[in-house]
C-alpha cells in the first residue's frame, strides 16, 4: 500500500533546519546544544512513526518538486530505506551526545556542529530517495559538505586529506551522474520505487556501461579496492567525525547505492541473466581479506579501523552481489551490524585519545584497567566482528555463508572464514593489551593491585555503551518482531518478489 | 495591459534615451547619475515583463514601427529566444545598483565623468536588447556595434593598471567581428534584396544555383559571432577584458554581452534552418567540438589563475562551451539545455563578479592569496560567492545543475555519447578552482590584517549580490519554468518551422 505522506520529507528536514538554528544562533552554546539534540530527536521520533507502518508493508511517499521536468525532487520510504534511516536517525541522537561531549572547547564548533546536521540531512535524504536523481543530489551535498568537516583542524594534513577525499568522491559522483543519464536516456525513468527499470531491451554495451558507472560511482564511498585511498587519509579528522564517515553517513550511503544499484535500478533477475556480478562479488572478496590484511600491520588504532571498515563494507557488496535472498539479507542487515559496531571502536578510540592523549595501539597497555567500562564496550564490538554468535556480527556472516551455499558458491564460505581469522587477529590483541598488560609504572598508579580508575567523561562514555549494548541486542533478538531485521526480510521479499 | 502594442519599442527606447539624458539631467549634481539610470532600468523592466508576460501567453509576436509593413519597415519580433531581455534588464537594474558605491572607489575615476558611466551602461543595455529584438538585419548589426562600443569602453574606464591595453585587444577583435557580420549581412542583402530576417529566410530558400554564396554568408557570421561569444579559438579577447573592467560592468559582459554573441548564432540558425540551403549539421559539428574544447581550455587556464577576477572570466569561456555544445547538440534537450543556460549563467556569473567585486571593494586586494581568511570577516558575501560557485559547478539543485543535465541527456540523445562524458568531467576540472577559492576563503591562515578586519560590503552591494545568488537556487528548483518556457521556440528551431 502507497501512501502520501510529508513524514519521509520532513526526516531530512529537520536536520537541514537544524543545521540552519546552528549557523545563525549557534554562538550560545546552550542553545547550539538545544538545537543538536532536540533535531536529532525529532527526527528520531520522525523515522520512528513511520515503523510500524512500515512493518505492516505502507510505504510512504512525497514528491516535492518537479525541477527537471521529468525527474524531480522525491522521497520514499520504502523499506530498504526505512532500514537505511533508522540506523543513521538513531546513531545521530548517540553521536551528537558524544560530539557534545568529544568536542568541548574547539574553536570551530558551530562550522563543525552545522554541517554535522547537514550531513546526517543529505544521509537520510538518500535513504528515503524516491529517485537516482534525489539519490544523486544527495549524495553531493553529503560530499560537500562532509568537506569542512574533514579538514576541521586545517592544517597541511587535513587539507590534503581533503583534497584526496573530494577528488575521489567528485569523480564518483561525476560516473553517477552520467549512469543516471544514460539510464533516463534507456528507460525513461529513474524512479526506485520497482524491482528494477533497466530491462533487457536496451543495448547490452549500454548496459555494462551503466552497471560499471554507477557501481564504480558508488564505489568511492563505499571503498571496494582499488578506489578505497581517500578512506585512511580522512583519518585525521576528529572522532565523532570519523565516526560519521565510517560507520554512518559516507561509507553507509555507498553500499546503500550499490544496494539500490543492484536491486532496484538494475534487478535480480536482470543482473543474473547479464551475470556483471560476478566480477564484483571476487572484487569485493579480494577487498575483504587484503583490508584486513593490511589492518593487522596498522600501529595507529584509528587507522587500523580504517581498514577494517574497509574490509566490512565489502560484506554489503559481497551480499549484494551474491544475487540470493540470504545473502541480501545479510548485505541489508549488515548495514545496522557493521555501524553499531564500528561506532563503538571509533567511540572508544575517541574516548581513549581525550581522556589519555594515546592514539598509537602499543601504548594502550593495560588501558583496560583504567578505563574498563570503555574497553568493555571495545570487546564486545571486536567479538561482534570477529562473528560470534549472539553478538551483531554473526548474523551476517550466517546469513551471508547460507546465501552462498544457496548460490552454489561455496568458496565465499572460505572467504569468510579467513576473513573472521584475521578480524580476530586484529581486534582481540587489542583486547588482551588492554586487560591482560599491566598499566606501565609511571603511570596513575599508586600501589601494585589497584590502579586508579579513570573512565572517560559519561558524555562519551554513556554513548559508546548505548552502542556497544545495542550490538548484543541486534544480534541476540534480530528475530523479534519490531526489530529492523524485520525491514530488511521486508525489503529481500520486495526485491525478490517473494 | 500586457497587449499594448507599443511595450516592444519602449524597452529599446528607454534606456538608449536615457543614456543620452543621463548626462545632461545630473550635469548640477553629480550624485543624480545613478538614481536616473535606477529609473531608466526600471522602466524598462517593466516593459520588459510585459513582454515576458505576451509571449508566454501568446508566443512570437511583432511590431512595426511607424506602420512601415514588412519587408518594407523594419520590424521588431519577439519571440521566445528574445526573452533574454528578461534577464538583461534584471542584471542591469542590478549592476546600475552594485555601481553607486563601487564607482567612486575606482582608481583614477575623474568624478565629473561619472554620469558618463551610467550613460555607456544603458546604451550597452539598450544596444543588447535591440539586439535581441529585432527582426531586421541591418539593426542586427547597429545594435551590434551600439553594444560593442559601449563595452570597449565600459572596460577601458576601469582606470586599472593594463585597462587600455586589454580594452584595445577588445575592440580590435570586437571590429573584426562586426566588420564579418557587415559583410555577411551585405551578402545575404545582395542575394536575396530584403533585410528582414524572416523574409530573408523564405528568399534563401527560393534560391537557384550554388549553396556557396550562402555558405559564405553563414561562415562569416557564424565566426563574428564566435568572437563576440568568445568561443575557443577565438576567446583570447575575454580574460583581460572581463577581469580588468570594473566589477559590475564584468558581471554584465560576462553574464550577458558574450550572450549576444550566442543570440546571434541562434538567430542565424533560424534564417539557414528555415531556408534549408545550406546543411547545418557540419556547422553544428564543429559547434559541439569547439564547445568541448572550450569547456576543458577554460576550465584548465582557470585552474592556474591567482587573480579571483581572472579565474571567473575563464570559468565564462567553459560555461559558453556548455551553450554552444548544446545548441550543436541539434537534440531537442541539447538545445534546450544550452538556450536555459544562456540565462543560468547570466545569473550565476553575475552575482559571482558582484561578490568578488564586492570583496575589492572592501578590501583592496583580488587574489587568492591575499584574500584568504574573507570569509569571516564578509560571511554574506562569501556565502553568495559560495552558493555561485556550487551552482557553476553544476551541484544539484542549483541553476548550474539543470543545464549539465539537459546537455548531457541530449548528448545521449543525439547518439553522441562522448560529449556527454566530456562535459561532466569538464565539469570535474571547473570544480578544481573553486576549491582552491573556498578554501582560501575560509580555511586557510590569513596573510593581511586588511583582510581580516574588513567590513561586510554595503547594502547596494548585498542587495544584488544575495538576490541573485538565492536566485541561483531558486532557479535550480524552479527550474521547469524556463525550460517549459523555451521549449516551443527550441521545437521550431530544430524542426525548421518559422523563426
Known sequence: ??????????????????????????????????????????????????????????????????????????????????????????????????????????????????????????????????????????????????????????????????????????????????????????????????????????????????????????????????????????????????????????????????????????????????????????????????????????????????????????????????????????????????????????????????????????????????????????????????????????????????????????????????????????????????????????????????PRIHEARPSLLIPTLLCAAYVIVLGASADVPGMPFSLAKAAVQFVFGM | MENWPHWLVLVVMAPLVGAAVVPALSLRNRALAPWIALAVMSVTSLAALMLLVRVAREGLFSYVPGGWEVPYGIELRFDEFSAVIGIICLIGWLAVLFSVRYVEHMPNVVPDRIPYYYALLLLNMGGMIGFSVTGDLFNFFIFLEILSLSGYALVAISGERIAEMAAFKYLLMGAISSLSVLFAVGFIYGMTGTLNMADAASRLAGLDGSPAAPAVALGLMTVGFMVKAAIFPLHVWLPDAHAIAPSPVSAVLSGLVVKVGIIGVIRVQQIYQDSGVVDLAILNQLFVWLGAISIVVGAFFAIFQEDIKLMLAYSTISNIGYIVMGLGLASTYGVIGGSVHVFNHALIKAALFFAAGALIYRTGYRTLTDLRGVGKSMPLTCAALSIGAISIVGIPPTAGFLCKWYIALGAFEADQPFFGFALIFGALFIFIYYIRMVNAFYFLPPVRSEVVDAKEAPLSMLIPTLSLAALCLIMGLAGRIPLSFIEPAVMRLLNGAGG
Open chain 1, 1 to 450: 500500500m502507497e501512501v502520501m505522506d510529508i513524514r519521509p520529507l520532513l526526516a531530512p528536514v529537520v536536520s537541514f533546519a537544524c543545521a540552519g538554528m546552528v549557523f545563525f544562533y549557534g554562538s550560545n552554546r546552550h542553545w547550539r546544544h538545544f538545537w543538536m539534540l532536540s533535531a536529532a530527536i525529532t527526527k528520531m521520533v520522525i523515522v520512528l512513526s513511520m515503523l510500524p507502518g512500515s512493518l505492516r508493508g505502507t510505504v510512504y511517499y512525497y514528491d516535492v518538486i518537479d525541477f527537471t521536468g521529468g525527474v524531480g525532487l522525491g522521497f520514499r520510504a520504502d523499506a530498504l530505506g526505512m532500514f537505511f534511516s533508522l540506523v543513521s536517525a538513531t546513531l545521530w541522537v548517540i553521536t551528537t551526545i558524544y560530539a557534545i561531549g568529544y568536542m568541548g572547547g574547539d574553536e570551530k564548533r558551530i562550522r563543525f556542529f552545522g554541517f554535522f546536521a547537514l550531513c546526517v540531512s543529505s544521509t537520510v535524504g538518500i535513504a528515503f530517495a524516491n529517485n537516482l536523481l534525489t539519490l544523486f543530489l544527495f549524495y553531493e551535498m553529503l560530499t560537500i559538505c562532509t568537506y569542512p568537516l574533514v579538514i576541521h583542524k586545517e592544517t597541511p594534513e587535513a587539507l590534503r586529506a581533503g583534497r584526496k577525499y573530494l577528488a575521489y568522491t567528485l569523480i564518483g559522483g561525476a560516473f553517477i551522474l552520467i549512469g543516471s543519464v544514460m539510464t533516463l536516456d534507456a528507460v525513461g525513468t529513474l524512479n526506485l520505487d520497482r524491482p528494477g527499470i533497466l530491462n533487457a531491451t536496451v543495448d547490452p554495451g549500454s548496459l555494462a556501461l551503466i552497471f560499471f558507472l554507477l557501481i564504480a560511482g558508488f564505489g568511492v564511498k563505499a571503498a571496494i579496492m582499488p578506489i578505497h585511498g581517500w578512506l585512511p587519509t580522512a583519518m585525521v579528522a576528529p572522532t565523532p567525525v570519523s565516526a560519521l564517515l565510517h560507520a554512518v553517513a559516507v561509507v553507509k550511503v555507498g553500499a546503500f547505492g550499490i544496494l539500490r544499484t543492484v536491486y532496484n535500478v538494475f534487478g535480480v533477475d536482470l543482473l543474473g541473466d547479464l551475470g556483471y556480478t560476478t566480477p564484483l562479488a571476487w572484487l569485493a572478496a579480494f577487498t575483504i581479506i587484503a583490508a584486513s590484511t593490511i589492518a593487522i600491520f596498522q600501529g595507529n588504532l584509528k587507522r587500523r579501523l580504517a581498514y577494517s571498515t574497509i574490509s566490512q563494507l565489502s560484506y554489503i557488496v559481497l551480499g549484494a552481489a551474491v544475487l540470493t535472498p540470504f545473502a541480501a539479507t545479510a548485505a541489508i542487515a549488515h548495514i545496522a551490524n557493521q555501524a553499531f559496531a564500528k561506532i563503538t571502536m571509533f567511540f572508544v578510540a575517541g574516548a581513549i585519545e581525550r581522556t589519555t592523549g594515546k592514539t598509537e595501539i602499543r601504548e594502550l597497555d593495560g588501558i583496560g584497567h583504567r578505563m574498563p567500562w570503555t574497553m568493555g564496550a571495545f570487546t564486545v564490538a571486536s567479538l561482534s566482528f570477529t562473528g560470534f554468535p549472539l553478538f551483531a556480527g554473526f548474523i551476517t556472516k550466517w546469513y551471508l555463508c547460507l546465501g552462498s551455499l544457496e548460490a552454489g558458491q561455496w568458496w565465499f564460505l572460505g572467504v569468510m572464514v579467513a576473513s573472521s581469522l584475521l578480524n580476530a587477529a586484529y581486534f582481540l590483541p587489542i583486547v588482551y593489551l588492554a586487560f591482560f598488560k599491566p598499566l606501565p609504572h609511571h603511570e596513575g598508579r599508586r600501589d601494585e593491585e589497584s
